[in-house]
């Protein structure tokens, strides 16, 4: 069974500072990997999904790294905004359901 | 184009009502997946659907429970005798095959009182 694992739970920078969220999961026989962005009482937007091929993958100020070997990913936000502000959940795959860690919940102070 | 769509987008209900909870995929996807997400914690996978059929329902809690796509597109999440319990945002994802990328739905606020 997939167990994905996210810390910090929670993270409060200054504006203009880069974020680094961290993820790992348990079962490294994964195809891909998502991360995913929520905001408060909406539903989840698709950020990045990396292929297990892949080591990285980049979107704008976004990048997220990929280690299945130790099992772990990592979200960086460069430069960051306060629209930025959201929690960041990461999805591992079980199977062809995706297993979701609880999230880290981002403040970026103007 | 359109996302997932999910209605309706609150509901509230009875301790043991009947509830019926409905998502309209991405067209063309043929993969229909259901979450429930309780407050504070990532989203719980229940059943997933390939084309008509149930291809895991290992996540649905108990048979209250239930989860119908008759025609592999529009799926409806039925809950029968409601718990408090129950209460929860429930999400809808679909994607194009199996392993591809999942787009979510906006989710269904249930409360049951």
């Known amino acids: 069974k997939q167990e994905v694992t996210q810390i910090p739970a929670a993270l409060s920078v200054p504006e203009g500072e880069n974020l680094v969220l961290n993820c790992s999961f348990t079962d490294s026989a994964i195809y891909n990997l998502q991360w995913f962005r929520q905001d408060p009482g909406k539903g989840l937007t698709s950020l990045l999904l990396i292929q297990s091929s892949q080591r990285e993958q980049t979107s704008g100020r976004l990048n997220a790294s990929l280690d299945k070997s130790s099992g772990r990913s990592t979200l960086y936000i460069a430069a960051s905004q306060p629209g930025d502000s959201a929690t960041y959940l990461c999805a591992a795959p079980n199977d062809y359901k995706l297993s979701f860690g609880a999230g880290t919940t981002v403040t970026v102070r103007a | 184009g359109a996302g997932v769509s999910q209605t309706p987008s609150n509901k509230v209900t009875e301790k043991g009502k009947y509830v019926e909870l409905r998502c309209d995929p991405i067209?063309?996807?043929?993969?229909l997946y259901w979450y429930r997400q309780s407050l504070g914690q990532g989203p719980e996978f229940l059943i997933y659907?390939?084309?008509?059929?149930?291809?895991?329902d290992s996540g649905l809690p108990n048979d209250r429970f239930f989860a119908v796509r008759p025609e592999g597109s529009v799926s409806t999440l039925k809950i029968q005798r409601t718990e408090r319990g129950d209460s929860a945002v429930y999400l809808c994802?679909?994607?194009?095959?199996?392993?591809?990328?999942?787009?979510f739905g906006p989710g269904t606020r249930l409360t049951v009182t």
């Open positions: 067209s063309g996807h043929t993969a």
């Open positions: 994802a679909s994607s194009l095959y199996l392993s591809y990328e999942q787009y």
């Open positions: 659907f390939q084309g008509t059929g149930a291809a895991d």
